[in-house]
């Protein structure tokens, strides 16, 4: 049983560019939520996917953005990008049913580091 | 808001010495409390978590934490480490303030020597 994949596992860009990052839920797993893991900090909450829908955010702007697809996978877009947002960039997926909101039965993937020029 | 500080950034422990590791939280609300732990190159995994009940919660290889409400507090320990304990341990809090997004520390890098 495969577990929450993410792709690339590292990426280089410089300031300004877009990127594009990817994730595989765990099998059986219909809800994605980004975290972005700063060097010597904790994960941050980005958002959540569910149904194909930005269901959650946290504080990041616009230039985030993600989305859902029928099979559950799921993309993070950040536009514009700046040396700030150089940091490791965490999948984790969920199954909606029973009591998704308590955070009870997350699993992490291991992580896009994304280094900004 | 809701807001978890971690006290230790490193802590480096002999094999099979005890280690602690301090999370105390902020919030007004009840709180659902979790440890998770990330290996090298690994994803992070989930240790343990308190979400109702007894006040003492314990993980299968050995760590436990203990929710202190009046306190607000929910350390981690376990009596004996391994060697395969090194790791970055993260401390995380929800509630119905922040809508149950999970909010984390900023780790607590254990280095078990032997």
């Known amino acids: 049983d495969a577990g929450v994949t993410q792709s690339p596992t590292h990426l280089i860009k410089t300031r300004g560019q877009q990127v594009t990052l990817r994730c595989s839920p765990k099998s059986g797993h219909d809800t994605v939520s980004w975290y972005q893991q700063a060097l010597g900090q904790g994960p941050q909450f980005i958002f959540q996917?569910?149904?194909?829908?930005?269901?959650q955010r946290g504080n990041f702007p616009d230039r985030f953005s993600g989305h859902q697809f029928p099979n559950y996978s799921s993309e993070l877009n950040v536009n514009a990008l700046l040396l700030g947002d150089s940091a490791l960039y965490l999948c984790?997926?969920?199954?909606?049913?029973?009591?998704?909101?308590?955070?009870?039965?997350?699993?992490f993937g291991s992580g896009t580091q994304l280094s900004v020029l | 808001a809701q807001s978890v500080t971690q006290l230790d950034s490193q802590v480096p422990v002999f094999e099979e010495a005890p280690v602690e590791l301090r999370c105390n939280y902020s919030?007004?609300?009840?709180?659902?409390l979790f440890w998770y732990v990330q290996y090298p190159n690994q994803g992070l995994q989930l240790l343990l978590k308190?979400?109702?009940?007894?006040?003492l919660v314990e993980s299968i290889n050995g760590f436990e934490a203990e929710f202190n409400k009046s306190q607000t507090s929910f350390h981690l320990r376990k009596p004996s480490v391994h060697i395969s304990d090194t790791a970055e341990y993260f401390c995380a809090v929800s509630d119905r303030s922040n809508d149950y997004k999970l909010s984390f520390g900023a780790g607590t890098t254990v280095t078990v020597r032997a």
């Open positions: 996917y569910y149904e194909e829908e930005e269901r």
């Open positions: 984790a997926s969920s199954l909606s049913v029973g009591r998704p909101h308590l955070n009870e039965k997350l699993f």
């Open positions: 919030s007004s609300v009840s709180v659902y």
């Open positions: 308190y979400l109702s009940g007894s006040t």
